[in-house]
C-alpha cells in the first residue's frame, strides 16, 4: 500500500520561472493538502483540495496555485519564482474531513 | 490566527533518561496531532488526540490533551537513539478549517 508520493524530489529553478510539483494521495485518500516547510520551521498550510476544488486557504499569494484531477492527484504551481520560495513542499493526504493528514517526502525546490 | 508554541526547542540527553515536549497555544483546536520528522523526510504521524484530557501511551511514549484543548504534551521514558528526531505538534480547526497548523517544533537528540 503506496503513501503519499511526491515528484520531483529535488529542483532547481532561478528567480522569475514557473515550477509544478506533483503529488498521489494515499491509496483510499481523496483530500490533498499542501504546506511549505522553510529550514528550521514548522510546515506552513497553502492551500486544500477536495472534490476537485480548492477548499480552504492559507495566507499564500496568488502566485501560488493548485488543481486536483479526478483521480485525486494535485499539482502545485508557483509562477514568477522569488528566492524567499525555496523550501521543503509537502504534500498531506487524508481519508475524510476531519481525519489525520499523512505527508509524502517533499520536494526540495532552490532558487538560484 | 492560531498559533503553535513548542518548548524546548531544542533538547539534548543522555540514552535512558527521560523527556517531556510541550504544546501550548491561546486557540481551541479539535484535534492536535504529533509528528516526528527525520532529515530529507517528511512528518510521519505518531497519533492524533480528539478529547480534552485524553491520554494516550504509544510504548514508550505518551501523549496528553489538556482539558480545554488548547494544550498537549508528550513524554518519552527511557529515551533511545532511535528517538532523535524534529518532533511536531499539529492543530486541527475542525469541520470547515480542517487545515494544520504546525508549532514551531522540538528538535530532539538523544546521545548515546
Known amino acids: 500500500d503506496a503513501g503519499v508520493t511526491q515528484s520531483p524530489t529535488h529542483l532547481i529553478k532561478t528567480r522569475g520561472q514557473q515550477v509544478t510539483l506533483r503529488c498521489s494521495p494515499k491509496?483510499?485518500?481523496?483530500?490533498v493538502s499542501w504546506y511549505q516547510q522553510a529550514l528550521g520551521q514548522g510546515p506552513q498550510f497553502i492551500f486544500q483540495?477536495?472534490?476537485?476544488?480548492?477548499?480552504q486557504r492559507g495566507n499564500f499569494p496568488d502566485r501560488f496555485s493548485g488543481h486536483q484531477f479526478p483521480n485525486y492527484s494535485s499539482e502545485l504551481n508557483v509562477n514568477a519564482l522569488l528566492l524567499g520560495d525555496s523550501a521543503l513542499y509537502l504534500c498531506?493526504?487524508?481519508?475524510?474531513?476531519?481525519?489525520?493528514?499523512?505527508f509524502g517526502d517533499g520536494t526540495r525546490l532552490s532558487i538560484l | 490566527t492560531q498559533l503553535l508554541e513548542q518548548s524546548p526547542q531544542f533538547l539534548s540527553i543522555q540514552e535512558g533518561e527521560n523527556l517531556t515536549v510541550y504544546c501550548n497555544s491561546s486557540?481551541?483546536?479539535?484535534?492536535l496531532q504529533w509528528y516526528r520528522q527525520e532529515p530529507g523526510e517528511g512528518p510521519v504521524l505518531l497519533v492524533t488526540?480528539?478529547?480534552?484530557?485524553e491520554v494516550k501511551k504509544l510504548k514508550r511514549l505518551t501523549f496528553q490533551f489538556g482539558d480545554a484543548r488548547k494544550d498537549s504534551s508528550l513524554h518519552i521514558t527511557a529515551a533511545q537513539p532511535g528517538d532523535t528526531g524534529l518532533y511536531l505538534c499539529?492543530?486541527?480547526?475542525?469541520?470547515?478549517?480542517?487545515?494544520?497548523?504546525f508549532g514551531t517544533g522540538t528538535r530532539l537528540t538523544i546521545i548515546p
Open positions: 486557540s481551541v483546536f479539535s484535534s
Open positions: 499539529a492543530g486541527a480547526g475542525g469541520f470547515g478549517n480542517e487545515k494544520l497548523t
Open positions: 491509496s483510499g485518500h481523496d483530500t
Open positions: 498531506a493526504s487524508s481519508g475524510g474531513r476531519n481525519q489525520p493528514q499523512h
Open positions: 483540495y477536495y472534490e476537485e476544488e480548492e477548499r
Open positions: 488526540v480528539v478529547t480534552g484530557g
